[in-house]
């Protein structure tokens, strides 16, 4: 009759140094993240997403004039020959 008390006090020991265990786990997660946020590395990561995005903002501007200037080449290419007949 002692044992289920016995294995009732172990699984909340080991229940409890679970718990301990998984929080000093979350602060050293936390502390790395920090350790990585302020890393040179990261921030350099951070510079390259920020110029791969003003990048893909540029080329997408350019993309809008070279189809402006294609529709406009197209249509005096048209009129042209229009003239022509």
């Known amino acids: 009759m ?9 699984l909340l ?3 409890f140094f679970s718990g301990c265990h998984t929080e000093s ?11 990585d946020r ?3 590395a990261f921030k350099a990561g951070e510079a390259a997403h920020r110029a791969a995005d003003e990048a893909a903002r ?3 501007a350019a993309g809008r004039k ?3 200037g ?3 080449a197209r249509e005096g290419w048209n009129q042209d020959s ?3 007949q």
Do not use: Y
């Open 13 to 15: 020991f080991a229940l």
């Open 66 to 68: 070279l189809d402006e």
């Open 38 to 40: 302020n890393s040179a």
């Open 25 to 35: 786990q979350r602060q050293a997660e936390r502390r790395r993240e920090e350790q």
């Open 70 to 72: 294609a529709r406009k």
């Open 58 to 60: 540029i080329a997408a």
């Open 82 to 84: 229009r003239k022509n």
């Open 2 to 10: 002692n044992k289920p008390g016995l294995a009732s006090i172990a």
